[in-house]
């Protein structure tokens, strides 16, 4: 199976709020929150470290899941934000890391 | 277009910000003067904008735009045609003698000041009760203006449809505006610190509810009037309402329309404002 990609769109506004991520789009204003887990993928989302091991090394260890089950869940959180172009997915290196936008200080 | 160009002009001041309406048509300035009786004001004006009324007459039912035009920001709708250049405060607005296209573009101009000083418009009726501004926002139909209609003799009524706020010391303010939805009478000139935002729905009894700071900020982000395709300005958007949930008590009011909701809101503002 190919490996699968995650950038943050630049179009994004995103503000943590009470430990939850608050997101925005800036192209249709759709607004989203995310949960704890879903905030941890979208912080780890820097275009050049692949999903799996974003889940096998952030999510299963922080939220005591095994790598299966919140392997699927992260594709279809993932399947989710990009249909509304919050996420960016590809089955290759998005940018080079060097490059990555890094969070603003209220994203983190 | 020059001063000069436009002998005929007015400082409506709505929120604190002063701003120079200037016409070359003495009808439309007594239009102004008519409209925005109560909030004309004598303070220098911060901002000016130039009324040309060459504009054919559209319709008003299309959606707005406003996008950056390079460093100016351009409104379109129908009914109108706007410039708004924040760099040194003034704009150009093509449009017909209709006083809707006016309120429309007063409006977005506003909006976007108050972007860039923290506030924000909202959909939302608010009116001072005990030195307190409480604000009642909600969907079309969820009860602003009954709500207004109900208001008893000691409360002073800010708007029952837009909402103007912006942060003042620890808190925030709200300020009274002309802008008047169904009950067709425009606010009081006058504000005072936010006490509260209550999402409005009608029920059997009268009662307040918290509200999770995710689901207070999902329905302010709602209805939080906001035009502009603009990440700098989403941005700056969103910072501003976490920080007046983080601030403010945000809650559910669910309310049965009779005038004893004014007593509950009361009884709920004495409670919250000394807790």
Request: one cysteine or more; aromatic letters at 8%; charged letters at 25%.
């Amino acid at each position: 199976m190919p490996e699968m990609y995650i950038a943050r769109s630049s179009a994004i506004a995103a503000r943590m709020l009470a430990g939850e991520m608050m997101v925005m789009n800036s192209m249709d204003s759709t607004f989203f929150t995310l949960n704890e887990v879903a905030t941890a993928i979208w912080q780890a989302a820097d275009g050049s470290t692949p999903l799996r091991e974003i889940v096998e090394q952030r999510i299963c260890p922080e939220f005591d899941v095994g790598s299966e089950q919140a392997q699927a869940d992260a594709e279809e959180f993932v399947r989710e934000l990009s249909q509304h172009g919050i996420l960016l997915v590809s089955d290759r290196p998005l940018r080079d890391p060097a490059l990555s936008d890094p969070l603003a200080p209220g994203e983190r | 277009m020059t001063p000069a160009a436009n002998p005929y002009a007015c400082v409506v001041e709505i929120g604190g910000v002063p701003i120079s309406l200037r016409t070359d048509d003495a009808q439309f300035r007594d239009l102004l003067c008519r409209r925005y009786g109560g909030f004309l004001s004598s303070s220098p004006a911060e901002f000016e904008l130039d009324f040309d009324l060459t504009s054919p007459a559209r319709s008003s039912d299309e959606d707005v735009r406003v996008r950056r035009d390079g460093p100016e920001w351009l409104l379109e709708r129908g009914d109108f045609r706007a410039r708004w250049d924040p760099r040194n405060g003034r704009g150009t607005v093509r449009q017909n003698l209709n006083p809707y296209s006016l309120d429309s573009v007063l409006r977005i101009v506003h909006s976007l000041i108050l972007a860039e000083r923290g506030g924000f418009l909202l959909h939302a009726a608010s009116a001072i009760c005990d030195q307190h501004a409480v604000v009642f926002s909600g969907v079309s139909g969820a009860g602003k203006t009954t709500l207004t209609r109900l208001a008893p003799p000691y409360v002073t009524l800010l708007t029952d449809e837009i909402s103007y706020v912006r942060p003042a010391g620890a808190g925030y303010s709200a300020f009274g505006t002309p802008f008047a939805g169904e009950l067709a009478r425009p606010g009081e000139n006058c504000a005072a610190p936010v006490a509260a935002l209550f999402f409005l729905e009608k029920g059997p009894e009268n009662r307040v509810d918290e509200l999770p700071p995710s689901e207070a900020m999902r329905r302010l982000m709602r209805n939080i009037l906001f035009f502009a395709e603009d990440r700098e300005l989403v941005e700056r958007l969103l910072a501003t309402a976490c920080e007046f949930v983080s601030r403010v008590p945000v809650r559910r009011l669910t309310f049965f329309p009779d005038p004893r909701v004014w007593d509950h809101v009361r009884q709920w503002q004495e409670v919250g404002i000394h807790a």
